[in-house]
């Protein structure tokens, strides 16, 4: 089984300004793991997802977040974030075996970017 | 392609009360799950179907809700005898087969369907 810790339920941050939501799992197996976006009154969107090879993986949007196996983690990151980042950000884990694509979410954290 | 499509997106039922949800997957996509989202929570796996077979199924998955897919296309999630706790967006979602050239272990969800139990 796994399980996911986002310890930020909120995270505020002004435009224009560096920003980081963090990640950590727990698993018994080796893992894949995902970032997904929620705008508000909307489903889920894939941000970027680690399933092998480079530990550093990055979105078409400018977030990037970085595997480290040692610290069981999956950070999120953004250099310089937009008014049209504000969302809900949900960090999930499946094993890489068997139903790989069952998810196991994080409880979310919303990041608020005021000008 | 048009995603993975929910109807209703809201629903307001009384206690009660049964109630129906429909999920179209994105087409060539067999298999579809069913996930259940509170407030201020992630979403919770709930069931999950290859084709027509129902392959899993959660503990949060009480005897009051059933879930089918009978063609291995769309399906359905009902809930008899709702109860307020049932509040909650029912996210579908639907992915390749696993060994897809195309798979990319990247499930993709619909918009939702928002369940009022007053």
């Known amino acids: 089984a796994q399980s996911v810790t986002q310890l930020d339920s909120q995270v505020p941050v002004f435009e224009e300004a560096p920003v980081e939501l963090r990640c950590n799992y727990s698993?018994?197996?080796?893992?894949?793991l995902f970032w997904y976006v929620q705008y508000p009154n909307q489903g889920l969107q894939l941000l970027l997802k680690y399933l092998s090879g480079s530990t550093l993986v990055e979105s078409i949007n400018g977030f990037e977040a970085e595997f480290n196996k040692s610290q069981t983690s999956f950070h999120l990151r953004k250099p310089s974030v937009h008014i049209s980042d504000t969302a809900e950000y949900f960090c999930a884990v499946s094993g890489n075996t068997g139903t790989a694509s069952k998810l196991t979410f994080g409880t979310g954290t919303r990041l608020q970017v005021t000008l | 392609d048009t995603g993975v499509s929910q109807d209703p997106r809201h629903k307001i039922t009384k206690r009660g009360q049964n109630v129906t949800f429909r999920c179209d997957p994105i087409s060539e996509h067999n298999r579809l799950y069913w996930y259940r989202q509170t407030l201020g929570q992630g979403p919770e796996f709930l069931t999950y179907f290859q084709n027509e077979a129902q392959l899993e199924k959660s503990r949060l998955l009480s005897d009051r809700f059933s879930a089918e897919r009978p063609k291995g296309s769309f399906s359905t999630l009902e809930i008899q005898r709702t109860e307020q706790g049932d509040s909650a967006m029912y996210l579908c979602?639907?992915?390749?087969?696993?060994?897809?050239?195309?798979?990319?272990?990247?499930?993709?969800f619909g918009e939702g369907s928002w369940l009022t139990v007053v």
């Open positions: 979602a639907s992915s390749l087969p696993q060994g897809h050239t195309s798979y990319g272990n990247t499930i993709y």
């Open positions: 698993s018994s197996v080796s893992v894949y």
